[in-house]
């Protein structure tokens, strides 16, 4: 049966709590792009941090169902916990290509991109936690999402130089290959972050 007894606000803790699940595994995989030696203990930890990422949202997927009221409208918890849990897993897709394609050498550009994801793991713990009171909080909340896209472009920027030197001609084919879907991996992981900050916007003119 559905419970009516309250608004259930906690949600804002499960998505908070996955905001800090992502940004430690934001700090894992640039542990990871910097010293590729601790890889497999890295690997390990992020598989975890995954799985731990994902009992919390099928949790909230879990509540949703069977809770009537809720702050904001169930579509808007379950695109969010949803897009949350797909940042995540780019990053254990990222890891999981240095571990399969044998990595033995890092490249600088990784190491730039994981610093803009740091931060974007940084904003987006700030965005959940601001979240709760919407009203309150609606211009920092569209002013840090907004931060989050201009961080998006600067991984784009970062992504693009690094691959017009990967077709320079004078790399090697399967380095070429591996990290070009590396790179595309990482990528994706701030795709993914400013699609999310894409929604809290949405949410956040919805609910002010």
């Given at each position: 049966?559905?419970?009516?007894?309250?608004?259930?606000?906690?949600?804002?803790?499960?998505?908070?709590?996955n905001?800090?699940?992502?940004?430690?595994?934001?700090?894992?995989?640039?542990?990871?792009?910097?010293?590729?030696?601790?890889?497999?203990?890295?690997?390990?930890?992020?598989?975890?941090?995954e799985?731990?990422?994902?009992?919390?949202?099928?949790n909230?997927?879990?509540?949703?169902?069977?809770?009537?009221?809720?702050?904001?409208?169930?579509?808007?918890?379950?695109?969010?916990?949803?897009?949350?849990?797909?940042?995540?897993d780019?990053?254990?897709?990222?890891?999981?290509?240095?571990?399969?394609?044998?990595?033995?050498?890092?490249?600088p550009?990784?190491?730039k991109?994981?610093?803009?994801?740091?931060?974007?793991?940084d904003?987006?713990?700030?965005?959940?936690?601001?979240l709760?009171?919407?009203?309150?909080?609606?211009?920092?909340?569209?002013?840090r999402?907004?931060h989050l896209?201009?961080?998006?472009?600067?991984?784009?920027?970062?992504?693009?130089?690094?691959?017009?030197?990967?077709?320079?001609?004078k790399?090697?084919?399967?380095?070429?290959?591996?990290?070009?879907?590396?790179?595309?991996t990482?990528?994706?992981?701030?795709?993914?972050?400013?699609?999310?900050?894409n929604i809290?916007?949405?949410?956040?003119?919805?609910?002010?």
């Open positions: 049966m559905f419970n009516i007894s309250n608004k259930h606000e906690e949600f804002f803790d499960y998505l908070k709590e905001a800090e699940n992502f940004r430690r595994g934001a700090l894992i995989a640039q542990e990871a792009m910097t010293d590729i030696s601790k890889l497999p203990q890295h690997l390990d930890d992020i598989v975890q941090l799985h731990k990422s994902d009992e919390i949202n099928q909230i997927i879990h509540q949703l169902s069977v809770i009537f009221i809720t702050p904001i409208d169930r579509e808007d918890f379950y695109r969010l916990t949803c897009h949350l849990e797909e940042c995540i780019c990053l254990q897709g990222a890891l999981m290509r240095l571990n399969m394609y044998h990595i033995d050498h890092l490249i550009s990784t190491a991109i994981m610093e803009q994801i740091v931060t974007m793991s904003e987006l713990t700030v965005l959940f936690t601001l709760k009171n919407i009203d309150r909080n609606e211009a920092e909340l569209m002013a999402a907004d896209s201009q961080l998006e472009s600067e991984v784009d920027q970062i992504y693009r130089k690094e691959i017009s030197e990967l077709f320079d001609g790399k090697d084919l399967f380095d070429v290959i591996r990290w070009k879907d590396i790179l595309g990482l990528e994706e992981t701030a795709d993914k972050v400013e699609e999310l900050s809290i916007k949405e949410v956040t003119m919805k609910y002010a």
